[in-house]
């Protein structure tokens, strides 16, 4: 029987043995998965179909879908997942939708087959190898989730530390073909708006130190009887594992509702359940019948809460009724939470880190999740590998801060009048120009625009300011960073060599002596490009003028 084909009433058909085998991948050994169903014994439940759920998201009612994801608890083995997984992380997908045999053609790249290969394959650095959990896959499916891993580390190479991507994928393939799961793991490691997947050193510290910080308010009975029972040790090591209480702790009956809710709703389940974990933990071992004694907590208190998921006493429907209804938690308030979180852990590692300016290419500096948000949303020129790129130019204290666009020529028409008034109280500030033949440059511009107006001791306007911080940039075809000559001690150039930024109500100029940089005239629609002294660079387009397709310019909020 086709899987569209199964009615709402027969989801929970778990008498007929022959279900459980329709409903998982080939690749699944179904032999020691657990089915729990939540509905007394003879009562049939009326569970929704994948239509229903289809139906909500493609009228766009999230909030509608959201409910009916939380409340309609499909048995394990339903086959309802095989299509509701894939549909759920479709919604979060960024630009065109992958064709058919994408996939294919990039596992030809990185192996130079399609055949799966005897040996085992070499995992990317981000993977950790404590946590490579198969769940429920045969030998030959661990090799399906070493084989889609690998070719997202290939196609992702900004992804330095990310611990949770490896045991996602393994519970995707329970549902679905290889092909697909590559699908729905691409739109969760680089999703349209929320985060999903974690994928530096950095922001995995930051999750577990959210999660404390939010038990601190929402489940802090548990959190005051942990800590009591940290006899001389930090409280901390037992967040350091939040997300494995619920990946690698909770039984997989259990696990799989969660990710129902998951992939609609993002990370914030997780955060959810894991305070859910944390209160069902502190009501069961304090009740006057536990079997759980304060000696053998104290003894093992790294181990109570993953020893408490593995037997946890409630049904998956009453885990995640815990879980949602802990009140005042809002999605709000939890990134407000993570934002000053990772800011903080941001300022310490940049004080903490070589006095001088010059930085690795390292996670901690790459932008933050929400700042890769915000410029996919706004931008009509910037792909990510490109906002990464240009990341790792700015001055450190810049990447503290999220990028904010004050000006397109897409929204805001052609005009420098209005460039002026959206940009010019803004310091620092990026340009991006993207021409109609495609090229992509511009520069970071240390200095307000406002300061065209600023007048000297004789009240003269000064022709030119700004400061050395100011660089120019090529991304594409040629991908380079221009900083000023000075930076090198090169101050022989004498004035031409400090020709940063210029402006008036007919012109914007970058760069100066023996000619301009980037010139823009008043329409914002033709410029020129030249050699200059003050940086030394080619002309950032092949044929010198260009006709500009997009200016973008960016602020940064705080700076």
């Known amino acids: 029987m086709p899987v569209n084909a199964v009615g709402a009433d027969q989801l929970s058909g778990i008498e007929e043995e022959s279900d459980i085998y329709e409903a998982f991948a080939p690749h699944v050994d179904t032999s020691n998965i657990s089915v729990l169903t939540d509905t007394p014994p003879g009562k049939k439940p009326n569970l929704k179909s994948f239509q229903d759920v289809q139906s909500l998201i ?19 083995n339903s086959p309802i997942r095989s299509q509701l997984w894939p549909a759920l992380c479709a919604q979060h997908h960024v630009g065109k939708s992958m064709l058919d045999g994408f996939y294919w053609d990039m596992v030809n790249q990185v192996f130079g087959t399609t055949e799966l290969p005897e040996k085992p394959i070499m995992l990317p650095p981000f993977v950790d ?16 989730a070493d084989r889609v891993v690998s070719v997202l580390g290939y196609a992702c190479p900004d992804i330095t530390y990310s611990p949770t991507l490896y045991p996602i ?37 930051v999750t ?22 940290c006899s001389g040790q930090k409280p901390e090591s037992i967040y350091m594992d939040w997300c494995w209480w619920i990946l690698g702790g909770l039984p997989f009956p259990h696990l799989v509702r969660v990710m129902d809710c998951f992939f609609h709703e993002g990370i914030k389940v997780f955060y959810r359940v894991s305070l859910a974990i944390l209160i069902l933990f502190h009501k069961h071992v304090t009740a006057s019948n536990s079997d ?28 995640l009724r815990t879980a949602f209804s802990i009140r005042a938690l809002s999605s709000t308030y939890i990134s407000r939470v993570f934002l000053k979180t990772e800011m903080l852990l941001k300022s310490k590692s940049v004080l903490s880190g070589p006095k001088q300016m010059v930085r690795s290419r390292s996670s901690d500096n ?6 890769q948000i915000n410029v996919q949303m706004m931008s009509h020129t910037l792909t990510i590998r490109e906002l990464f790129t240009l990341w790792s130019w700015l001055p450190v204290r810049i990447t503290m801060y999220q990028p904010v666009l004050l000006y397109t020529t897409e929204e805001h ?70 900083p000023w000559v000075g930076i090198e001690g090169d101050t022989g150039l004498g004035h031409a060599s400090e020709l940063f930024m210029a402006a008036d109500s007919k012109m914007i100029t970058i760069g100066g002596g023996e000619g301009q940089a980037i010139w823009m005239d008043e329409n914002i ?18 044929s010198g003028d260009f006709e500009i397709r997009v200016l973008e310019v960016y602020g940064f909020v705080g700076a």
């Open 525 to 542: 629609r033709f410029g020129k490009t030249d050699r200059c002294q003050t940086f030394n660079n080619p002309p950032l387009c092949a």
């Open 208 to 229: 577990w130190k959210t999660v404390m910080q939010i038990a601190k308010k929402h489940a802090k009975s548990a959190v005051n009887y942990l800590a009591a029972m």
């Open 129 to 144: 190898s404590t946590h490579c959990l198969p769940y429920h896959l045969t030998r030959k499916g661990r090799a399906v």
């Open 292 to 319: 759980w004694d304060a000696d053998t907590i104290k003894h093992d208190i790294d181990n109570a809460l993953p020893k408490f998921c593995k037997n946890i006493p409630v049904s998956p429907a009453k885990l």
């Open 366 to 371: 790459l932008p933050t999740s929400q700042s």
């Open 413 to 482: 028409g052609c005009s420098l009048t209005t460039f002026y008034v959206r940009v010019e109280q803004h310091e620092p500030t990026l340009l991006m120009i993207k021409t109609c033949n495609n090229e992509v440059f511009g520069a970071y511009c240390s200095s307000r625009w406002y300061e065209r107006n600023l007048k000297d001791d004789r009240g003269q306007r000064q022709a030119y300011f700004g400061t050395g911080e100011t660089f120019l940039f090529s991304l594409y075809p040629e991908r380079a960073k221009y």
């Open 169 to 205: 994928t393994s519970i995707l393939l329970h549902f679905m073909s290889e092909e697909e799961c590559y699908h729905c793991m691409a739109s969760l490691v680089a999703p349209k708006e929320k985060v999903f997947i974690t994928q530096t050193k950095l922001l995995y510290e």
């Open 58 to 76: 493609q009228q766009g009612k999230k909030r509608e879908a959201k409910l009916v994801l939380r409340e309609n608890s499909w048995p394990t």
